[in-house]
């Protein structure tokens, strides 16, 4: 063999495939040697021309979405601020209302206490209603007695001393019915 017609070079050693796609970052040997081949002109201003429009897109997106955020983020803060203004109100409410329940228990216990007292008072005011009764019939009876005793009578009202347990009976009656009229007819016969 001449020179010439020299034996193709060996291709360098390649991975097998299993180990090409665990390894995907190790250079696998090729047949081509040269690089890419580089794009034509219109291609590269065309790119970038892709490339500030997309650019552009994203910095709209990404300010559309900080004012959607921000918005987002001001209406949970008056939300928040709303609550706690709520919170405060339901608060000084619920704490107005165990007040006025206190002061209810109270008044329900003091009202008891007005009504056991009053009971009290009414009870001894008909046992002094009736003491007072008894008193005028008593005063009535010695009126009536002492207008007819005279000074050189005294046996006339010894007399009558037994009889003032009937003429007391006598007088009870037309007394108790408003009829004092009767009541001195009554003991003058």
Do not use: C
């Not at 001001?74 to 109100?89: G, I, W, Y």
């Not at 005063?139 to 006339?156: D, I, W």
């Not at 108790?176 to 003991?187: D, K, L, S, V, Y």
């Amino acid at each position: 063999m001449s020179q010439a017609q020299a034996a193709p070079p060996l291709p360098p050693p390649s991975l097998p495939q299993s180990a090409q796609a665990a390894y995907p970052s190790l250079p696998v040997a090729s047949n081509q040697t040269s690089p890419a081949p580089s794009p034509p002109a219109s291609t590269n201003e065309s790119t970038t021309k892709q490339t500030s429009k997309r650019a552009e897109q994203n910095r709209r997106a990404q300010r559309a979405f900080r004012e959607r955020r921000d918005q987002h983020v001001k209406a949970l803060e008056s939300r928040s601020q709303l609550l706690d203004a709520a919170l405060a109100s339901v608060e000084e409410a619920n704490r107005r209302w165990e007040e006025a329940r206190q002061m209810n228990e109270q008044l329900r216990i003091e009202n008891a206490n007005l009504r056991t007292a009053l009971a009290a008072f009414q009870q001894a005011g008909a046992a002094v209603a009736q003491m007072h009764q008894i008193q005028a019939r008593m005063t009535a009876v010695e009126q009536q007695q002492q207008p007819n005793q005279s000074p050189g009578a005294p046996k006339v009202a010894q007399e009558q001393q037994p009889q003032s347990a009937s003429q007391e009976q006598a007088d009870e009656t037309p007394a108790a019915n408003g009829n004092e009229g009767e009541a001195a007819e009554t003991t003058e016969s």
